[in-house]
């Protein structure tokens, strides 16, 4: 295997020795860049985008013409399982994504089988062979999925932006409905990130956007289980290199230790969780990940440098940080406000790894 020229990102997420503390950004390939709004349009829609590899290769390569950032991450959606499923996957203009078939009726939920990503999802496939291709081994390449808990919200409620009524209801009515849609998602999770394993992903993240809306002992049994479930399943090695896996649910600040026994080797953070207090919690078990606001990329290049340096000085000295937003960028974040966050961190962090 040709090495890496950049594997900062690798070896920061394994907790090995770096120079610096590597960047890349959630949602870098997005509305934010006017390339972007502009093969969008070629493509047509949104799911053109992502279901066409030259497109998906396209629009990941952007941020990474732009920036000096330190990974790409494959442009995919979260909800390509779902749709794979069969539940009809749509996006209505200004309303996010919506499901034509949302699993209400106890028929549906039992006959929900797992996608094969060879087939059904071979067009993401492709595009992680294709964009792996095209980098040419300038920086690693992030696969990634939703947990089964946010992807069954979407898969439940029929649409994003919910109170989580359909969803929670099932929960505490119907468990065991909702354990087998889970059950199903994390089987087909599991091996669809393999299958980016396989196809060039040499980092996988799990995306547990809508985790944090559950109690305490309910995140413990309907998300953590399942994601548990899935790293235990996990290809941990790929053509002779570890393939480092995160784990990031949003508001998940009060697990903090639980998700550092997953299984994972990076825990993600949002903005919410204080760097320093998350790295004395957890400990050497995993590196972390994040975790600046991304609103504050609204602000002055004075601002966003200040509060980049406040965040890699409560890290402190030392290995395993990968600096991030803590979710991710708006579409109406100013690129030249991208620019500064990732040089900054490239300068300022150089102290923290002599």
């Given at each position: 295997m040709t090495k890496l020229k950049n594997d900062t990102l690798l070896r920061a997420l394994l907790k090995q020795p770096t120079e610096y503390t590597p960047v890349w950004m959630m949602r870098q390939a997005g509305r934010y860049l006017p390339e972007y709004n502009k093969t969008r349009a070629r493509a047509g829609d949104f799911l053109s985008l992502c279901k066409n590899p030259d497109f998906a290769t396209e629009v990941t390569m952007q941020p990474l013409e732009r920036y000096s950032l330190d990974a790409a991450i494959l442009f995919s959606d979260i909800l390509t399982i779902p749709d794979a499923m069969g539940l009809g996957l749509y996006f209505a203009?200004?309303?996010?994504?919506?499901?034509?078939?949302?699993?209400?009726?106890?028929?549906?939920?039992?006959?929900?089988?797992?996608?094969?990503?060879?087939?059904?999802?071979?067009?993401?496939m492709d595009a992680v062979s294709q964009i792996r291709k095209t980098l040419d081994n300038q920086v690693p390449l992030i696969g990634f999925s939703g947990s089964p808990f946010t992807l069954a919200c979407y898969m439940i409620e029929g649409r994003g932006g919910t109170d989580f009524r359909q969803i929670k209801t099932m929960l505490y009515k119907r468990p065991d409905l909702l354990r087998h849609i889970l059950?199903?998602?994390?089987?087909?999770?599991?091996?669809?990130?393999?299958?980016?394993?396989?196809?060039?992903?040499?980092?996988?993240?799990?995306?547990?956007?809508?985790?944090?809306?559950?109690?305490?002992?309910?995140?413990?049994?309907?998300?953590?289980?399942?994601?548990?479930?899935?790293?235990?399943?996990?290809?941990?090695?790929?053509?002779?290199?570890?393939?480092?896996?995160?784990?990031?649910?949003?508001?998940?600040?009060?697990?903090?230790?639980s998700i550092a026994e997953s299984g994972c080797d990076a825990l993600g953070l949002d903005w919410t969780i204080n760097i320093a207090e998350a790295r004395n919690r957890v400990g050497h078990k995993v590196a972390l990940q994040g975790n600046l606001d991304p609103a504050i990329l609204f602000s002055t290049p004075e601002v966003i440098t200040t509060e980049v340096e406040k965040i890699l000085k409560d890290y402190g000295s030392g290995s395993g940080h990968v600096f991030n937003l803590g979710h991710g960028i708006s579409q109406f974040t100013p690129p030249e406000s991208a620019l500064t966050l990732i040089n900054a961190v490239h300068s300022l962090s150089k102290k923290y790894h002599s």
């Open positions: 203009e200004g309303e996010g994504p919506k499901f034509e078939r949302p699993l209400r009726e106890e028929k549906e939920i039992r006959s929900l089988t797992a996608p094969d990503p060879a087939l059904h999802l071979k067009y993401v059950d199903i998602t994390a089987q087909s999770v599991t091996n669809y990130l393999n299958a980016q394993i396989e196809s060039g992903a040499q980092a996988v993240m799990i995306f547990d956007t809508w985790g944090g809306v559950l109690s305490h002992s309910a995140y413990q049994e309907f998300s953590l289980r399942y994601m548990k479930q899935i790293l235990t399943g996990l290809k941990r090695e790929h053509d002779g290199e570890r393939i480092p896996s995160v784990v990031f649910t949003k508001g998940g600040g009060l697990w903090l230790e």
